[in-house]
């Protein structure tokens, strides 16, 4: 069994938001909001790319990363911290085009799958 349990998925499938903090290689800060984050496996959560150039620098310099997935209204949630790998091509890219392509969202093309390998999982509030 991996690090990502039925609880966690099922947070990140019926909220289908999360923030994603990543820094830069001098420590410059920046959160972004992901509406595409899919869990890809036991070990791994996803997430589109798509107009995220100051997350996509930051990972590209330092590829730490942290995922805050929440239920707004009762302040529950996981955090998963681990480290990002991008890719423009391939399975990771594939489900991740397919999993917004399903959602019916028009978006622009997706500039890099961001795949991560959770390391840790915190939970947060309540």
């Given amino acids: 069994m991996g690090m990502i349990e039925d609880a966690h998925k099922s947070l990140i499938e019926d909220v289908g938001l999360c923030f994603v903090a990543t820094a830069s290689s001098d420590g410059e800060p920046n959160v972004s909001p992901k509406g595409s984050i ?3 496996d036991d070990d791994h959560l996803a997430f589109a790319d ?5 997350s996509r620098a930051n990972l590209e310099q330092n590829e730490r990363v942290a995922v805050y997935v929440c239920r707004p209204e009762k ?27 399903k959602k019916g ?15 840790e999982i915190r939970a947060v509030g309540a």
């Fill in 38 to 40: 899919l869990v890809f």
């Fill in 105 to 119: 969202l028009k978006l622009p093309p997706i500039q890099n799958a961001v795949k991560i390998r959770v390391r």
């Fill in 50 to 54: 798509i107009m995220s150039p100051g």
């Fill in 75 to 101: 302040f529950q949630g996981f955090q998963f911290k681990g480290t990002a790998e991008l890719s423009k091509e391939g399975p990771v890219y594939d489900r991740l085009a397919a999993a917004i392509e």
